[in-house]
């Protein structure tokens, strides 16, 4: 009969007989849980030889009587899994062979099928109600083979089981009553002998009681029901209906299963009956190995565990790969063979999971993740009860020294964890998850109800592991040679570990953390190792404080400076951390070592510049790069000292603004110096050149290298960022202190350099001057015959070779300023041509092609000047005065001025003492040098000291060189808004250039003069004096009022002269005798009519003449420009030459009729005011009157100069 499983015994290998459990009411018999078991260490995973011997027993006995077929993935060949257990257990092969054979002489174990009867679904209904009562009869029968896992071809019976298996071995399910869908949850246990021959039966019945025909007939639901009351009663009483079974061969099995099983009919009146749910399990009983006789399995298990994991952890050692945690499938195989042969229940095999897993974590390396499934198998089958004492103990105990382990290695994760390797930021992850959900357990909680919150352990061991990473450090860094440098230098050291160290927190640690626990590792390991490296470097700079401060010492303070202000820069939020700094502050400890780093600044570019310079061969760097090497090492230079300048960033605002003043000093100085050893360095090379090509090529490129200083200096602002220094040190200066002393050295600085471009420039211009020139003389003497085209050819060939060179050895800055040059200078040349050729039309009319031409040549298609630059009237070249050196003196006085002095501390003397030493060391260098075509310049301004009234008044009276008054800013304002005298003799404006004499558009307009013809000229006469007339609206000289109209049909010219006003007296008795000249002008348009003149009228200032005349004239030379009556008012003398009251013009073409078909009507009225011939002399007449050969222009002019004449003997004379 059946007993249960806590109660097993042996039974005689014929009478086997199987076990029932009810899988519902089946409890572990545990011996109550130990509650407040102490913490104790984890055994050791490593066994004695006797233990390993044991345990190899146990391995080979469960390869040996393996049951059922593999699992899928699992080793098929018991050799394979022999070999791979003698190499876990490193056994010799002679040991293996003995242990084999005696293991094979050991009794068998019992072999069993434990089998659980679940549910079933979709089963007959047998029962009137239409429900059944389904139980099951199952058993093993043995002895008969199965074909295919079914009951094959064998013929259909009911009541196998009850046929067939012998009573005492056949079992039964409770009843479920009315039901289709069954559950039992029954698991009973079955022994057999040969799992060849044995095959597994299960008979579904329906229960059927005694019921009266009264009761049957109160269940009838349909007819269907009808038809099972007639069936019953052909049936014996009592018999119960059959409702399928389910035959399956052991063989077939694996050593596990869980299926839906369909179940079988006898007949094919209903094939398909339902489906019943079956678990089988393959186990053992009554094993040999002398482990599974003295030990439990659970821990039997637990040790083969260990030992199979070790082993694969070192093979993959041994292979140079880390184990990621997945068993071989010899391994698996093995395990699961073991846990199923023992009947390991699933929370028990986690169990071993997790203490053979966790024992080996700290001492094998493996991932932590294979800590996870076992923490959550124990997690979700947590029972308390299931554990003896000593297994509460057990998992209490590998709690507390997976923690203590986990924490150990938080405390170094900075070497257990680095970075180099790239999976230490999973792997610390992945462990800090595992201490988090073991945290989280019931388990835990249960066993460790004492134990602070994980979070805070962490956070007082990171604490504790950053200090000690710190002091290991400091170890490291120790210098072997004690010395201040050496000192220093391991410092330095020191705090750039310490940067690198907060980094790697900052941007991968963190997160690990703050994700995980909620921990700011960052905050916290910041404000721990700020502490430590204050303490250290305040000593340092202490003792450095005592001692004069060296150049290497200078070097290795400023170094450790920029570390401790990036290391101060990493800070956090003031949220994020209590209280002050030890860190805030540090710059006042390196206050006594700046004046020296800014020397060292100073020294060093200067030593590359000069170096630089003498490498230089002042040759293009390209042909897109025109300057030479030294100007790019000189950009370098700057873009280093402005690089220290942003290093440096002092914080305090009034000591960064004088910080700043002496870079932006240094800066400008260097621009100085580098100017002079450029140039000292063309006169090198060119020293003995005797092609004048090479010299002019070596003379663009030192242009260049300045034009490119220049745009480097004009970069300083943003580099040294002025706009947020003023921002900082607004309020602490006086107002114009910035713009006196930063701005004042720039605009210094940049006008200086200026000045020496537009000198060099200057210098290239004057070698095409004299070509230029060259070429116009020859355009004027040119034969009569050669067109003015053809003419100006060499000129403009000339031009284009010249400044298709310079465009290609100069840059655009440059070359726009000799284009500059050149076009002031052409103008200047075409203006003397044009005034000594006033009296040749035909030269002139050459020198107006060239202007025309020229004018395009200089504009090349936008490539050249721009209109306006063309057409201006002024030309601003040169450059201003104020020199670098004027500012830097200007500065000096400005931090040695009376209220400065008693404000100045240490700090600052140092400054200026060093200012004033690297004043002295430039002085030699302002010496004159030669410069192209040999004019004696000064470094400083570009012109002789004598010749230039700033350099003799830039130091005053009464002052020192280098002193000024306590008012600098008057001083440079008139530094800026002197005149002088430029080297050539020009004048010197306001902005710092000269302004040319010459007018493009004036000498165009003389141009078109000088080329017209002599009636050209007169006609343009007449066409300004209708300008003239249009625009006069005065009447001090008086007015005349006429009527003018043309009747097209007759071809006249009608005009009647009504009056005359305001008339002047030009009598002695106080009037006049006026009368009116009328004449056509131009006459040569209207040779044939005589002037025609009016009656006298004695002593009268408003005469009234009221005359008409007619003049028969075409319409065509009245419409023409010019055209025009010409009304001359006369006094008459009796004994002389008639007085001139005045003249006024009328111009034709706006006379009614002439522009129009139809005869004019009624005529208006016109009033003219009187004019005068202009008394300082027209530019027409005079070019009239120079044309002597001409007897049509004499006549003209001549007539002209006696109306002037007229004019001129008259007062009050008229304002015109």
């Known amino acids: 009969m059946a007993t249960l499983l806590s109660h097993l015994q042996r039974r005689p290998p014929l009478v086997r007989q199987a076990i029932k459990i009810r899988r519902r009411r089946v409890r572990d018999l545990q011996d109550p849980p130990a509650h407040g078991a102490q913490e104790i260490e984890p055994p050791s995973h490593h066994l004695s030889p006797e233990e390993r011997a044991l345990l190899y027993e146990e391995a080979l006995y469960t390869v040996l009587h393996r049951l059922g077929q593999p699992e899928p993935g699992h080793v098929r060949e018991a050799s394979e899994l022999l070999l791979y257990l003698q190499e876990a257990f490193h056994m010799e092969p002679e ?187 393959l186990i053992h009983k009554r094993r040999a190995p002398v482990a599974s006789r003295s030990q439990p399995s659970y821990t039997v298990h637990l040790h083969l565990l260990q030992q199979l994991v070790s082993h694969e952890v070192t093979r993959h050692q041994a292979g140079s790969t880390s184990w990621d945690g997945s068993l071989s499938p010899q391994a698996a195989t093995i395990l699961f063979l073991h846990a199923t042969q023992k009947d390991l229940s699933d929370f028990h095999q986690s169990m071993a999971q997790w203490l053979a897993y966790s024992r080996l974590y700290q001492s094998l390396e493996f991932p932590s993740s ?106 490291h860094h120790q210098p072997m040679v004690q010395g201040l440098l050496e000192a220093g230098k391991a410092l330095l050291s020191l705090v750039q570990d310490v940067i690198g160290d907060l980094l790697q927190c900052r941007h991968t640690w963190n997160k690990i953390f703050q994700n995980t626990l909620k921990v700011d590792l960052f905050s916290m390991a910041f404000v721990e190792l700020q502490w430590l490296v204050a303490k250290r470097v305040q000593d340092h700079t202490a003792v450095v404080a005592g001692s004069p401060v060296s150049p290497e010492m200078g070097e290795s303070l400023f170094q450790l400076y920029v570390s401790l202000k990036e290391l101060y820069q990493l800070r956090p939020g003031p949220e994020d951390r209590d209280g002050v700094l030890a860190l805030d502050g540090f710059h006042r400890w390196f206050q006594p070592a700046v004046p020296s780093w800014l020397q060292k600044t100073y020294s060093v570019a200067l030593a590359r510049v000069q170096r630089a310079v003498q490498m230089d061969e002042l040759v293009p760097l390209g042909e897109l790069t025109k300057h030479s090497t030294s100007a790019v090492d000189l950009s370098t230079c700057f873009a280093q000292i402005s690089h220290t300048a942003r290093q440096l960033d002092w914080p305090d605002p009034e000591e960064a603004f004088m910080i700043t003043v002496k870079f932006v000093e240094d800066t400008c100085r260097l621009a100085l110096v580098y100017c002079s050893l450029i140039k000292a360095r063309a006169r090198e090379l060119s020293a003995g050149q005797k092609d004048q090509g090479q010299a002019a090529n070596m003379l663009c490129v030192v242009v260049n290298d300045m034009e490119q200083l220049r745009l480097v200096i004009g970069k300083l602002p943003a580099q040294l960022a002025w706009e947020a220094l003023e921002q900082r040190v607004g309020a602490m200066l006086e107002q114009g202190q910035l713009q006196n002393t930063l701005h004042a050295q720039l605009q210094g600085a940049l006008a200086g350099l200026g000045h020496e471009i537009r000198t060099g420039v200057r210098t290239l211009a004057r070698q095409l001057e004299v070509g230029i020139a060259t070429h116009i003389q020859k355009l004027v003497s040119v034969k009569e015959s050669v067109l003015p085209e053809d003419a100006i050819l060499p000129l403009m060939k000339f031009l284009e070779v010249k400044l298709c060179y310079m465009n290609t050895n100069l840059v655009q800055e440059n070359f726009s300023s000799l284009l500059t040059l050149l076009w002031t200078h052409t103008l200047t040349v075409l203006t003397e041509a044009a005034a000594s050729q006033r009296s040749c039309p035909l030269a002139s009319s050459r020198l107006k092609v060239a202007l025309q031409n020229l004018e395009i040549c200089f ?276 004994l002389g030459a008639d007085d001139l009251e005045g003249e006024a013009f009328l111009p034709l073409r706006s006379v009614p009729g002439l522009t129009g078909t139809e005869e004019p009507g009624e005529v208006p009225q016109t009033r003219l005011p009187l004019t005068y011939p202009a008394l300082n002399g027209d530019p027409i007449l005079q070019l009239l009157e120079s044309r002597k050969g001409d007897r049509e222009a004499q006549v003209f002019v001549r007539l002209r100069r006696q109306r002037a004449k007229q004019a001129s003997q008259h007062a009050p004379r008229p304002g015109q």
């Open 95 to 281: 040991e293996h062979q003995q242990m084999l054979q005696r293991v094979r002489k050991l009794e068998k174990p019992i072999f069993c099928l434990k089998a659980t009867v679940k549910q079933a679904k979709g089963i007959l209904g047998k029962d009137v109600s239409g429900f059944s009562d389904p139980y099951c009869l199952l058993g093993i029968e043995q002895g008969v083979s199965v074909q295919g896992g079914s009951p094959g071809s064998r013929r259909r019976q009911k009541a196998v089981v009850r046929h067939t298996i012998p009573e005492e071995q056949t079992h039964r399910t409770q009843v479920i009553e009315q039901t289709l869908n069954p559950v039992w949850e029954e698991t009973f246990i079955l022994e057999f002998e040969d799992i060849s021959s044995s095959s597994f039966h299960l008979d579904m019945w329906d229960m059927d009681t005694v019921e009266s025909v009264r009761q049957k007939l109160g269940e009838l639901t349909d007819l269907h029901g009808l038809r099972r009351i007639f069936k019953e009663a052909r049936k014996d009483k009592g018999q119960d209906d059959f409702l399928g079974n389910v035959v399956v061969r052991l063989q077939d099995l694996r050593c596990r299963e869980d299926h839906w099983y369909p179940l079988e009919p006898c007949t094919e009146t209903y094939p398909d009956r339902g489906q019943c749910h079956l678990q089988f399990q």
């Open 859 to 1134: 504009y090349a298609e936008g490539c050249g000047l721009p209109p306006a630059a063309l057409h201006t009237d002024d030309f601003q070249v040169g450059g201003t005065c104020l020199s670098v050196l004027t500012c830097v003196q200007y500065q000096l006085h400005h931090l040695q001025g009376p209220a400065q002095k008693e404000n100045v501390g240490p700090f600052f003397q140092k400054l200026l003492r060093i200012e004033r030493q690297q004043q002295q060391s430039i002085q030699p260098s302002r010496r004159f040098f030669k410069l192209g075509d040999g004019a004696a310049v000064q470094l400083c301004g570009g012109h002789s000291c004598e010749a230039h009234p700033v350099c003799a008044s830039a130091v005053p009276r009464g002052h020192p060189e280098g002193a000024f008054p306590s008012q600098g800013s008057s001083t440079a304002g008139a530094l800026l808004s002197h005149r002088c005298r430029a080297p050539d003799g020009g004048d010197w404006d306001s902005s710092g250039g000269f302004s040319a004499a010459p007018r493009s558009q004036a000498l165009q307009r003389d141009l078109e003069l000088q080329a017209a013809s002599s009636r050209e000229l007169i006609r343009k006469y007449f066409c300004s004096r209708i300008q003239r007339q249009a625009e006069t609206t005065s009447e001090e000289l008086g007015a005349v009022t006429v009527k003018a109209s043309y009747r097209a049909s007759e071809q006249k010219l009608r005009v009647e002269l009504l009056s005359a006003s305001s008339l002047l007296p030009l009598d002695s008795n106080g009037s006049s005798d006026p009368f009116v000249q009328l004449t056509l002008e131009p006459r040569h348009e209207f040779p044939e009519l005589a002037p025609r003149e009016t009656q006298k009228h004695k002593k009268d200032l408003h005469p009234l003449f009221d005359e008409t005349f007619e003049f028969l004239v075409p319409a065509e030379p009245c419409l023409k420009d010019g055209a025009c009556l010409l009304l001359t008012v006369l006094d008459h003398d009796t």
């Open 370 to 475: 294979c800590l996870l499934h076992p923490i959550t198998s124990i997690e979700y089958q947590w029972i308390q009860g299931r554990l003896k004492g000593e297994q509460l103990e057990e998992l209490a105990a590998s709690f507390s020294s997976l923690l203590a382990y986990g924490l150990s290695l938080i405390r170094k994760f900075r070497s257990v964890f680095p970075l180099s390797v790239a999976d230490s930021p999973a792997r610390l992850q992945s462990l800090l998850r595992v201490l988090v959900q073991m945290c989280k357990m019931k388990a835990f909680g249960e066993l460790h109800p004492d134990s602070a919150p994980l979070p805070r352990l962490v956070a007082e061991t990171l604490r504790t592991g950053t200090t000690e990473w710190f002091h290991l450090k400091q170890q």
